[in-house]
């Protein structure tokens, strides 16, 4: 079965400072992968997804992710958070065949900024 | 593009009614569209999967009978929770899928008082 791990509930980081968002899968094939962002009472925006190709994903507002088999992972990153990127993020995983197959969400992070 | 809207973002209901949550893809179409539930600082759990014209797929544990899902367009999914009670109240978010991806509604926030 697919699960998704998000090791760290709660980040803390100062702003302009930068911001890795670590996540790590476990799927039989190599699954697509996403990144969402949901601000408190919001629901979910899609940051990037990864399925082919080159291994680093450029998102929106400045984020990026990098897909290692490897280490089965795929940790998101921005070189310098702003006070707005407070928010909870989650990973997800998806199978190949993505069309009407569920996502498989980890637990989240949530971020918070610091002047 | 590829803008999900859910209608009411707020509803506050008695104990015993039902309440209709409109599931809505705005600029695309989705043959396939997602309900979930939120409980606070959680993560989202996925209830069902609605298929246009055909019947939703429960996940384990949901009631689909209290729990009601219609899918009849390719933009247009509804979830009918009938006879609320409080521990229905929660954050519920539906997804549509583009093909490429899920994209998910600004979610509706249910109290049953």
């Known amino acids: 079965a697919q699960s998704v791990t998000q090791p760290d509930i709660h980040i803390t980081v100062s702003e302009g400072a930068s911001l890795e968002l670590r996540c790590n899968y476990s799927?039989?094939?190599?699954?697509?992968l996403f990144w969402y962002v949901q601000s408190p009472g919001q629901g979910l925006q899609l940051l990037l997804k990864?399925?082919?190709?080159?291994?680093l994903v450029q998102g929106i507002k400045g984020f990026e992710a990098e897909f290692k088999r490897s280490q089965s992972s795929f940790n998101l990153r921005k070189p310098s958070v702003h006070w707005s990127d407070a928010a909870e993020y989650f990973c997800?995983?998806?199978?190949?065949?993505?069309?009407?197959?569920?996502?498989?969400f980890g637990t989240g992070t949530r971020l918070t900024i610091i002047p | 593009g590829a803008v999900v809207s859910q209608h009411p973002s707020w509803v506050i209901c008695k104990s015993g009614t039902s309440v209709k949550i409109e599931c809505r893809s705005l600029d695309f179409q989705a043959t396939t569209m997602f309900w979930y539930r939120q409980f606070p600082k959680q993560s989202l759990m996925l209830m069902a999967t609605s298929n246009e014209g055909s019947k939703a797929t429960y996940e384990q544990g949901v009631e689909k009978d209290k729990f009601l899902i219609n899918h009849a367009s390719l933009t247009l999914s509804t979830l009918t929770v009938t006879s609320a009670h409080p521990e229905d109240s929660s954050f519920y978010i539906c997804?549509?899928?583009?093909?490429?991806?899920?994209?998910f509604g600004p979610g509706t926030r249910l109290l049953v008082l």
């Open positions: 997800a995983v998806g199978p190949l065949n993505f069309g009407n197959e569920k996502l498989t």
């Open positions: 990864y399925f082919s190709g080159d291994t």
């Open positions: 799927y039989g094939a190599t699954p697509y």
């Open positions: 997804s549509a899928d583009s093909g490429w991806a899920q994209y």
